[in-house]
């Protein structure tokens, strides 16, 4: 009987991919607490926009989202400033928490949130609200990028037949620093429905209308994560390569969600920007 239940379940993940259903239900259970988030995110990016003064512009802006990690996010943004690219401007934006502090560099900008949001998707949208530029990358305070990581993405992005968005693949990394997999998977569409292989960390776009997060509150326990909504939802209108060259130094947390890398995409994470696990990619095994 319980086979028989499930299978028009069964049927519709066939037909559509679980992480695209497990979404729709997202939108409509989370609706509530978007619409405020984005109420808040419009104030907050007018109120910063203020601080700021000029829109910090470059070819490419990098978007780092933080919270209470003052010395891996130091890592991070020297990783992001020691890159290849030099035309470029790096936004830190804290979840409320405070700012600790940062390098000196004229390319480097930081701002702090007026509250906790606990929504790493509406931290990311003021970075990228708050910048202007052609191109915006993304970084988490837990992770580092190899010093060509800008240079391989606009590289491939600027050729004559370039995509509008690359993703590089992730060299995944365990807390004491010992190397745990590559994820490399290239870009399908159809196949992201029913597996969570993208990840935002590698990932720069030309901005576009659709470069946006989803502003859901997502707990541990919502899936899919921000990454994968993005990038699926950014790839509708909007070529996306994959680089199989990893240069991400992806920290994963196997305390947090984390599960192993066989071969196939079977998901990864870490404590991400607002204290529960992060962006990253979801386990594409059926709940």
Same mark, same amino acid.
């Given at each position: 009987?319980?086979?028989?239940?499930?299978?028009?379940?069964?049927?519709?993940?066939?037909?559509?991919?679980?992480?695209?259903?497990?979404?729709?239900?997202?939108?409509?259970?989370?609706?509530?607490?978007?619409?405020?988030?984005?109420?808040?995110?419009?104030?907050?990016?007018?109120?910063?926009?203020? *601080?700021?003064?000029?829109?910090?512009?470059?070819?490419?802006?990098?978007?780092?989202?933080?919270?209470?990690?003052?010395?891996?996010?130091?890592?991070? %943004?020297?990783?992001?400033?020691?890159?290849?690219?030099?035309?470029?401007? $790096?936004?830190?934006?804290?979840?409320?928490?405070?700012?600790?502090?940062?390098?000196?560099?004229?390319?480097?900008?930081?701002?702090?949130?007026?509250?906790?949001?606990?929504?790493?998707?509406?931290?990311?949208? +003021?970075?990228?609200?708050?910048?202007?530029?052609?191109?915006?990358?993304?970084?988490?305070?837990?992770?580092?990028?190899?010093?060509?990581?800008?240079?391989?993405?606009?590289?491939?992005?600027?050729?004559?037949?370039?995509?509008?968005?690359?993703?590089?693949?992730?060299?995944?990394?365990?807390?004491?620093?010992?190397?745990?997999?590559?994820?490399? %998977?290239?870009?399908?569409?159809?196949?992201?429905?029913?597996?969570?292989?993208?990840?935002?960390?590698?990932?720069?776009?030309?901005?576009?209308?659709?470069?946006?997060?989803?502003?859901?509150?997502?707990?541990?326990? $919502?899936?899919?994560?921000?990454?994968?909504?993005?990038?699926?939802?950014?790839?509708?209108?909007?070529? +996306?390569?994959?680089?199989?060259?990893?240069? *991400?130094?992806?920290?994963?947390?196997?305390?947090?969600?984390?599960?192993?890398?066989?071969?196939?995409?079977?998901?990864?994470?870490?404590?991400?920007?607002?204290?529960?696990?992060?962006?990253?990619?979801?386990?594409?095994?059926?709940?």
């Amino acid at each position: 009987m319980r086979r028989i239940a499930r299978a028009p379940w069964e049927l519709l993940k066939r037909a559509f991919g679980w992480l695209v259903l497990f979404e729709a239900r997202n939108k409509l259970l989370l609706l509530p607490s978007g619409v405020r988030l984005r109420r808040f995110e419009d104030a907050e990016t007018t109120r910063l926009a203020a *601080v700021l003064g000029r829109p910090p512009y470059a070819r490419v802006a990098t978007v780092i989202a933080t919270h209470r990690r003052p010395d891996a996010l130091r890592a991070a %943004v020297r990783s992001a400033l020691a890159q290849t690219v030099a035309d470029q401007v $790096v936004i830190v934006v804290d979840d409320g928490a405070g700012l600790p502090e940062l390098p000196s560099d004229p390319r480097l900008f930081a701002v702090s949130l007026a509250r906790n949001t606990a929504t790493a998707g509406v931290v990311r949208n +003021v970075g990228i609200r708050l910048t202007r530029s052609r191109y915006v990358a993304f970084l988490d305070d837990d992770n580092l990028w190899e010093p060509d990581h800008l240079e391989q993405a606009l590289t491939a992005l600027d050729a004559a037949d370039g995509p509008d968005a690359v993703y590089t693949a992730l060299r995944r990394v365990l807390p004491d620093g010992t190397e745990r997999d590559i994820l490399s %998977v290239p870009f399908d569409r159809r196949r992201a429905a029913h597996e969570a292989f993208l990840d935002t960390n590698a990932f720069v776009a030309r901005r576009s209308r659709a470069l946006h997060f989803s502003r859901l509150r997502r707990t541990p326990e $919502v899936l899919p994560r921000e990454d994968w909504e993005l990038i699926r939802r950014y790839a509708r209108r909007h070529r +996306v390569r994959h680089l199989p060259r990893p240069t *991400v130094r992806y920290l994963v947390n196997p305390g947090s969600f984390y599960t192993a890398w066989e071969g196939q995409p079977r998901g990864a994470g870490r404590q991400g920007v607002s204290g529960g696990p992060g962006p990253g990619p979801d386990r594409p095994d059926t709940p």
